[in-house]
């Protein structure tokens, strides 16, 4: 007596004549579970083997001046691969946890100012003060949400801006009105830009524009993944607008019943 999953197609044909089709996906919906309890079991199992490996590192790195040089190289290596490791395997973990239920037992209003104020002073630590960023408030609304899931996301989307745009980039962070009665938050740069043909796909898991030099600045891949399924939990959108030398703006666009009216 398990329940089958239907997915329904409706085609209209002129005015009065409708195809209608109808597919099992119940197969489909299974395995898919299975892959999202795979990965989340295994990024929890690879937790505490990580932790036990950085922390041996961070001893050895500890007497880096008493260790032949080479070595000394070598434990700085591991060190990075190790930490590059666990920010996988903790973005993994996050993005299957949010693919695995709708969210919203922890929505409250948030003071979006306090959230980008926060956010900028993280930005400027990971920028070591090689960028500006700016927050500017243009509504007074309150946001009815998750504090940590947006703080994940709308960090990935500040320090993404921070990573891909040369020293001297200007960033903005702004929570602005919509004509319509809603409200966004832009993260916008005016470093090197995104070629559009990407845009459509860097909200893939594992969809990088320049692979190599996105290994380089410690992203990944997960980052625009998990920023998607982040805004799908708050009823939001995302819109990029890019072009290639004219920096990037990723809007997260939230409709009004989302929104505490000050
Ligand atoms: P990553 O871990 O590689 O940063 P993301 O999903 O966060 O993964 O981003 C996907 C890709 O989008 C990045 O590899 C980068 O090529 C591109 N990208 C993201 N943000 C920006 C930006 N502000 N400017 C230019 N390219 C960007």
Redesign the pocket.
């Known amino acids: 007596d398990e329940r089958s999953i239907l997915q329904y197609q409706i085609t209209l044909y002129g005015d009065d004549e409708r195809l209608v089709m109808a597919r099992d996906i119940t197969r489909l919906h299974r395995l898919e579970q299975m892959r999202r309890d795979f990965v989340a079991n295994v990024s929890h199992e690879l937790r505490t083997p990580l932790t036990v490996l950085s922390g041996y590192l961070e001893t050895y790195g500890d007497l880096a001046d008493q260790l032949p040089p080479r070595l000394g190289r070598g434990i700085e290596q591991m060190q990075d691969q190790t930490q590059r490791m666990q920010n996988l395997v903790n973005d993994l973990l996050l993005l299957s946890r949010l693919e695995i239920d709708q969210g919203g037992q922890d929505h409250q209003p948030l003071s979006v100012e306090q959230l980008l104020n926060s956010i900028r002073q993280d930005a400027l630590a990971l920028s070591h003060g090689k960028h500006a960023v700016h927050v500017v408030i243009e509504s007074d609304a309150q946001l009815l949400g998750s504090e940590q899931e947006m703080r994940s996301a709308i960090s990935?989307l500040a320090f993404?801006?921070v990573?891909?745009?040369p020293t001297g980039s200007q960033i903005t962070l702004r929570w602005a009105a919509m004509v319509d009665g809603g409200a966004c938050i832009e993260v916008e740069?005016d470093?090197?830009?995104?070629d559009p043909v990407h845009i459509p796909r860097?909200t893939e898991r594992f969809?990088?524009?320049?692979k190599g030099r996105?290994t380089a600045?410690g992203?990944?891949?997960?980052?625009?993944?998990i920023v998607k399924h982040v805004l799908l939990r708050h009823e939001a959108q995302l819109q990029v607008e890019s072009h290639p030398e004219e920096g990037?703006l990723f809007r997260c666009i939230f409709p009004a019943n989302r929104l505490i009216q000050a």
């Open positions: 990935n993404n801006a990573r891909y745009t740069d470093g090197d830009g995104i860097l969809y990088r524009v320049d996105s600045t992203g990944t891949g997960l980052g625009l993944a990037a």
